[in-house]
């Protein structure tokens, strides 16, 4: 499950990873990563189980999985994406989802609870990127940001000079990106059936990890458009056809022919599996036409 657990708050403390198993905040009893590529990660520990991790209350810079040797607790190979928790956190990053973080007593961090497993709330992955660790092999890390002021952890205990926020943070071979992903399943459903590809312009971004795109609902959801969150008004756009279709820069005649202005941009791409409604079409185009 992703997101927020029934009957579980934030700052709950756990006794153990049998605990936090049998409450269903982190499945896994050892791994600190839990999901997969293609549902995201649910949640992630940090236990201080990886030299080159850095927490600052409010952003986690954490250490993806791999090459660790149990015994030493030292990196002994180059981490990978292609391993199930990083892809997870890729999903994460690439899909807007939120992450539950726990904190381990384990951890050197000021942040860890003074015994057991504390449940920190949801962070998001706003950013992700791979550096040289301190034991001399490639390691990926993911940025990871309390989603709201409310789930931030107290800053009592927190150095003087220690950035808490993401304005504060620099951290070294990471590329910061600011946006809002608003996903459902049935969003991610339309981006699988065109393979992230734009219905637009035929973009497909290819980032580490996986490739990217974007859900426009075609009529607006809520007051005053009053959208439904459902296939038919859902198209699989590229950020810049997003922006472009949200202003009314590019809309659709009830042929799906893409337009702008009075100038014809050609067909939108469609996918047999994906009917588009036209009364969201012609919604969407009463926005920005007489």
């Not at 992700?128 to 890390?141: A, H, I, T």
């Not at 065109?194 to 290819?206: E, K, N, S």
């Not at 007051?223 to 439904?228: K, L, M, Q, R, W």
């Not at 009830?254 to 009917?275: I, K, N, W, Y």
């Amino acid at each position: 499950m992703i997101g927020e657990l029934p009957d579980i708050t934030v700052g709950q403390t756990f006794p153990s990873r049998r605990a936090l198993h049998d409450a269903g905040v982190h499945r896994p009893l050892q791994a600190g990563i839990c999901g997969t590529k293609q549902t995201g990660a649910e949640s992630i520990v940090v236990s201080g189980g990886y030299k080159d991790d850095e927490d600052y209350g409010a952003v986690i810079i954490y250490t993806g999985h791999g090459g660790r040797d149990p015994e030493t607790q030292k990196q002994v190979a180059e981490q990978s994406l292609t391993d199930p928790g990083n892809a997870a956190l890729v999903t994460s990053y690439l899909e807007g989802f939120p992450v539950r973080v726990v904190r381990g007593a384990q951890s050197r961090s000021p942040y860890a609870p003074a015994e057991g497993y504390r449940y920190d709330g949801l962070f998001n992955v706003s950013s992700f990127g791979s550096k040289m660790g301190v034991d001399g092999f490639r390691v990926w890390q993911f940025r990871l940001e309390a989603k709201n002021q409310a789930e931030k952890i107290a800053d009592s205990n927190r150095e003087d000079n220690s950035p808490t926020s993401a304005e504060d943070l620099s951290p070294r071979d990471l590329v910061a990106t600011q946006r809002v992903v608003r996903n459902t399943g049935v969003a991610r459903q339309v981006k699988t059936w065109h393979l992230d590809q734009c219905q637009v312009c035929g973009t497909r971004l290819v980032v580490p990890g996986g490739t990217y795109s974007e859900a426009a609902h075609i009529q607006a959801l809520g007051a005053p458009h009053n959208g439904a969150d459902i296939v038919g008004n859902i198209l699989c756009l590229c950020p810049n056809c997003h922006v472009l279709f949200d202003a009314g820069a590019i809309y659709l005649r009830d042929d799906l022919v893409v337009m702008a202005g009075e100038t014809e941009v050609g067909p939108l791409r469609l996918d047999s599996r994906h009917q588009i409604r036209l009364e969201c079409v012609r919604s969407h185009r009463a926005r920005w036409r007489r």
